[in-house]
């Protein structure tokens, strides 16, 4: 991605939400290789793992 997010941008108001799920292998040109947050996110029982970001947040990048 170009700009934040390579995995999920999740935006500002907005809201996230995930079970049992996987965001790898993703790549931002910006923050947050993997996800980038400025709303609310809530994960459980999942994985961030081996996203990059040629900035900050190669996993998560939050915002809130």
């Not at 999920?8 to 292998?25: D, G, V, Y």
């Not at 947050?32 to 947040?57: E, F, H, K, M, Q």
């Amino acid at each position: 991605a170009n700009q934040g997010g390579g995995g999920i941008a999740n935006s500002a108001n907005a809201f996230l939400e995930m079970t049992r799920s996987t965001i790898t292998t993703n790549f931002s040109a910006s923050e947050g290789g993997g996800l980038d947050n400025a709303g609310t996110a809530s994960l459980v029982n999942s994985t961030i793992s081996g996203n990059l970001t040629a900035y900050t947040g190669g996993g998560v990048n939050n915002l809130s």
